[in-house]
């Protein structure tokens, strides 16, 4: 390892090869397009899978609640870990955790393609997730220290436009194998994407780590924050189930704030911090960590439920459904590049508000659908992914720049921590106000179609069907009253998604006026290390 300074600009060691290495290694745009082969897995995952659970659960015959564990044993170990997993790429160096989160997210993705059982798909889950932590820090950490700050924001507006497009390739790739391949495949598809990730990253990756890198692990800093994340996540998870005022949803939610008050005031005391609050001193980067939370609270709560529209209300088929997506998809494909290069020349702060009002103005027009509305979709799903673009991008530079280097994976697994409470947030939040709607107006709808009166456990299928989008008609129902079961079944979950996109309008304009506080990521790195 020599140790030679790297040159700085703006406080942001840039990656100059030292003598003798390879003439590409380090360089910052073939970083860039390494980090980015890595975490398109993760991103494609998280859409992929959801479109194998119908076949897994067939072909398996799993319960409903093994199900559920597919999805939430991944999201609740890369949520729990990634603070952590950004600790290690500090520790230990972000190349080298990359290079073992590719690995290990490919070999977990074989081993579950090849499971007999879903106990063992659950358990490949959580390891897929554990080694998803570890690869999305890593990159943000490497980005950091592979590029200048007035260049930062552009790689980070490409790494954001990868995640994008393989977001919204997940439902297309996803329906495509499943139909005319396996379930497995949508598993077996991440073998070769990682074996490309850690030859490129063998060949290309190089770190650039600050002196002043923790040279120690704070353990009880760990076991606190991981007990907290997953007594929060846990209880949002479980709160749709449970109910927000059950004892079990508030012994986890509150279980989880005394675990984060013990957790920050250990690290006032740790010789070495996980977390050194001394980091959000800058409000700048405490801003753009909120924002970030908001910012998924809002998106990801709100679109959960337009698949469901898609697929239930309109009747489409996954795939369908997800080339619907892709107007919102594909602005954002164009736009992330686009407004890094715009925050390179005027900095981040117009053009986060700017895009969290477009969101806002979009998911105001999304209120206002109903259940046979047409092409107008498009146009909100355009101003959408436009508005996204540069609230992604603004917010991830301005916690990662704003970190020190020494710091810069804490500050990824931040950023990516916050992405995942958020969205779970507003899953659960604004699942739970659809609920409470779709409850309300249901049986007015029904009594008003003149429809036989349901109660008991009856009318309880019923609501549930309602508030995924279905219209729950009995094969045998002559066509008039199915007519008129759909059509207030519909109507009761359009009037409940109009609320979920409405709230998600006033949180993204609480968002905008966070975003007034960001600015461009100006920490100094100190002395710094080639690798």
């Known amino acids: 390892m020599s140790q030679t300074a790297a040159k700085t600009t703006e406080g942001v060691g840039e990656a100059i090869p030292p003598a003798g290495a390879g003439r590409w290694r380090g360089h910052p745009w073939l970083t860039l397009v390494t980090v980015a082969v890595g975490v398109m897995m993760v991103a494609l995952d998280g859409t992929i899978v959801a479109i194998a659970n119908p076949a897994i659960q067939h072909d398996l015959g799993a319960s409903l609640a093994n199900i559920q564990w597919v999805t939430n044993g991944y999201l609740l170990a890369l949520a729990v870990f990634l603070i952590t997993a950004g600790k290690i790429g500090d520790r230990f160096g972000h190349r080298r955790t990359f290079l073992v989160g590719a690995v290990g997210f490919a070999a977990s993705s074989a081993a579950i393609g090849f499971a007999g059982s879903i106990q063992l798909i659950i358990l490949f889950r959580v390891l897929q997730g554990l080694f998803g932590a570890l690869l999305q820090p890593a990159a943000l950490g490497l980005l950091r220290g592979a590029f200048p700050a007035e260049r930062l924001n552009m790689a980070i507006g490409i ?141 990801f709560g709100a679109v959960f439920f337009v698949t469901f529209y898609l697929q239930n209300v309109h009747g489409m088929s996954p795939v369908d459904s997800g080339v619907h997506l892709l107007p919102m998809t594909a602005m954002m494909i164009v736009g992330s590049p686009i407004a890094g290069a715009l925050m390179a020349k005027i900095g981040p702060r117009i053009p986060i508000v700017a895009g969290m009002l477009f969101t806002a103005v979009a998911m105001t027009g999304m209120s206002t659908l109903s259940a046979d509305s047409g092409g107008i979709m498009s146009l909100w799903f355009v101003l959408m992914g436009l508005g996204l673009s540069p609230v992604m991008v603004g917010a991830t530079e301005v916690i990662v720049g704003n970190a020190p280097l020494e710091l810069s994976g804490v500050a990824g697994g931040l950023q990516q921590a916050a992405m995942q409470v958020g969205g779970s947030l507003g899953t659960a939040v604004l699942g739970a106000l659809m609920a409470a709607k779709v409850d309300d107006v249901l049986p007015g709808k029904w009594a008003a179609a003149k429809l036989p009166p349901v109660t008991g456990e009856k009318y309880e299928a019923l609501k549930q069907a309602v508030q995924v989008g279905v219209a729950p008609v009995e094969k045998g129902t002559p066509a008039p009253v199915a007519h008129a079961i759909t059509q207030v079944s519909h109507d009761a979950f359009v009037s409940g998604m109009s609320l979920a996109f409405v709230v998600s309008a006033v949180v993204a304009v609480i968002a905008a006026g966070l975003g007034l506080l960001t600015k461009r990521g100006s920490a100094d790195t100190g002395p710094a290390v080639h690798i």
């Open 159 to 299: 790494w954001g436009g990868v995640i994008g497009a393989s977001t919204a390739a997940g439902p297309i790739v996803g329906g495509l194998l499943v139909e005319h391949v396996s379930w497995e495949s949508v598993f077996f598809i991440n073998i070769p994407v990682g074996l490309v990730a850690l030859l490129l990253g063998l060949w290309i990756l190089r770190d650039v780590r600050s002196e002043k890198s923790a040279k120690s692990f704070d353990i009880p800093g760990i076991v606190l924050l991981s007990g907290a994340m997953f007594l929060l996540v846990w209880g949002i998870i479980k709160a749709p189930e449970w109910g927000w005022g059950d004892t079990r949803t508030l012994v986890f939610v509150g279980g989880a704030l005394v675990a984060g008050v013990a957790f920050a005031f250990w690290q006032t005391r740790a010789a070495e911090p996980l977390i050194p609050l001394s980091l959000f001193r800058s409000v700048s980067l405490s801003a753009g960590a909120l924002l970030m939370v908001l910012m998924a609270f809002s998106f």
